[in-house]
């Protein structure tokens, strides 16, 4: 089955730095890779995803890149802010309805001020 | 409107005992799942359910069984809790396979 690794487990950054968050997958055959951020207490969201015919996608100050043939993808954040502090999630799968959804580990990014 | 509900929000019960968790989504999705978030934040799924077919984590103990009355509701039965079955859980819901939508959790304490 998939296995997802996420690197690295916590992370500080100054605010306004930007911030990079590698996950790697086994499975060649994933093909959806969302990335959810989610605060103390509360539950996961998702901020961007990516598909596998896409090599980069990006949302204002956040963006994912893919490549397929090292098995790995990245979230990255420019211009961080204290609101970005959370925990953030990467996870991939195969399936056509999200079953065997795998995902990583986490990592706790905390933005000071 | 609330998109994924859970109810209770809390569940405090004693070893051997069987509880339920409710889970609601008004988003009209054909997918529901349930997860398990352990207090080191794993996020692992236990059920998929989509279209009365039900994928099963193998991982997961056959004291958990997932139950469908219609494709909005998708509760979660733990018969004989055991102490590590403490946990978060949550609910989601997608449209196949796109962003999933997570319920506020069901915190469960077992003691």
């Known amino acids: 089955g998939e296995n997802v690794e996420q690197h690295p487990s916590t992370l500080s950054v100054q605010e306004g730095d930007s911030a990079v968050i590698k996950c790697t997958y086994s499975d060649s055959a994933s093909n959806y890779f969302p990335w959810y951020k989610q605060e103390l207490g509360k539950r996961p969201q998702l901020i961007i995803d990516?598909?596998?015919?896409?090599g980069e996608k990006k949302d204002q100050r956040i963006a994912v890149t893919l490549n397929k043939t090292a098995k790995h993808f990245s979230l990255h954040i420019t211009e961080t802010q204290p609101e970005d502090s959370a925990v953030y999630f990467c996870a991939a799968t195969r399936d056509n309805y999200g079953q065997n959804f795998v995902f990583g580990p986490g990592t706790r990014l905390s933005v000071l001020p | 409107d609330t998109a994924v509900s859970q109810t209770p929000k809390y569940l405090v019960t004693q070893m051997g005992n069987d509880k339920s968790i409710k889970c609601e989504q008004n988003?009209?999705?054909?997918?529901m799942y349930w997860y398990k978030q352990d207090s080191k934040k794993f996020l692992k799924i236990m059920f998929s359910y989509n279209n009365k077919e039900l994928i099963i984590n193998e991982t997961v103990p056959n004291r958990f069984s997932p139950k469908s009355p219609d494709k909005a509701h998708l509760n979660l039965h733990i018969n004989s809790l055991e102490l590590g079955d403490s946990a978060v859980y949550f609910c989601?819901?997608?449209?196949?396979?796109?962003?999933?939508?997570f319920g506020p959790g069901t915190r469960l304490t077992v003691l």
């Open positions: 988003l009209g999705h054909d997918t």
């Open positions: 989601a819901s997608s449209q196949s396979l796109g962003e999933q939508f």
């Open positions: 990516i598909r596998s015919n896409v």
